[in-house]
């Protein structure tokens, strides 16, 4: 595919992740609750199965699909190792560093099943497509950084974006979402209250991906570009 069919390819991609997004965040204020919280799982389930669709038909090898289940394993015992830590953890680091390097489809499918699989034994509930989309957003934007040559491989500005994507945007979406699965009334104040109790988490989640990226970028990537040569 050109360069300019892999833009357009990862354009549609996160005008479908931008839209589900909005759709919830419109439906907060204009629906039930309880509706709202539907309808959120649906559309991120939408959102998520769009992603896979596209993951499949693009004609992977067999030796690339192993890097990445084998990327979603290690990052789910990473996460089971720290499991008495709560929020200092190291999935928003390598979800990272696998989109960074290996693509933001791939990032988002990394974020994304990780969550899935390791909420096997974290246990299931209504956050999980939650945390989903959420690690999966910032393993696709990390990667779609990279391929605009916005972000570098570097373990400074991968640190930099590490704290900001895992404070804003993994905060930023799962903070509201537990007004949505908690509360029976939804608004601004309570919005806000998620926020603020939320911040304190956040913060160490921030700080534990800084931590993890500052250790495990450069091995790692130096390790994934190697394997993504040979190939292609």
């Known amino acids: 595919m050109s360069h300019s069919g892999w833009r357009q390819r990862y354009l549609y991609e996160a005008l479908v992740l931008l839209l589900a997004l909005i759709a919830v965040a419109l439906g907060s204020f204009l629906l ?19 992603f896979l669709i596209i993951f499949e038909k693009s004609n992977r090898s067999s030796r690339e699909m192993t890097v990445i289940a084998s990327l979603i394993a290690i990052t789910v ?14 999935v928003g680091a390598l979800v990272i560093i696998a989109g960074a390097t290996l693509g933001p489809e791939v990032g988002f499918i990394v974020g994304s099943m990780t969550m899935l699989v390791s909420n096997i034994f974290f246990s299931q509930g209504p956050w999980t497509p939650w945390q989903m989309i959420a690690f999966g957003i910032i393993g696709f934007v990390a990667g779609l ?6 972000l570098q491989q570097k373990r400074l500005p991968l640190a930099i974006f590490g704290f900001l994507s895992i404070f ?65």
Do not use: C
């Not at 039930?32 to 769009?50: C, D, E, K, T, W």
């Not at 015992?77 to 190291?90: D, E, I, T």
């Not at 509360?183 to 911040?199: C, D, I």
């Open 32 to 50: 039930p609750i309880r509706q709202v919280l539907l309808l959120s799982l649906i559309l991120i389930f939408i959102a998520m199965a769009f």
């Open 77 to 90: 015992a990473a996460r089971s190792v720290f499991y008495m830590l709560p929020q200092f953890k190291p």
């Open 145 to 150: 950084l990279v391929q605009t040559n916005i």
């Open 168 to 232: 804003i945007l993994y905060g930023g979406i799962i903070n509201p979402a537990s007004v949505l699965m908690f509360t029976t009334e939804l608004n601004a104040r309570m919005l806000l209250l998620s926020y603020v109790s939320g911040a304190p988490m956040d913060l160490v989640h921030a700080s534990a991906t800084v931590i993890f990226i500052w250790f495990l970028a450069k091995p790692l990537i130096k390790k994934l570009n190697r394997i993504q040569a040979k190939l292609y």
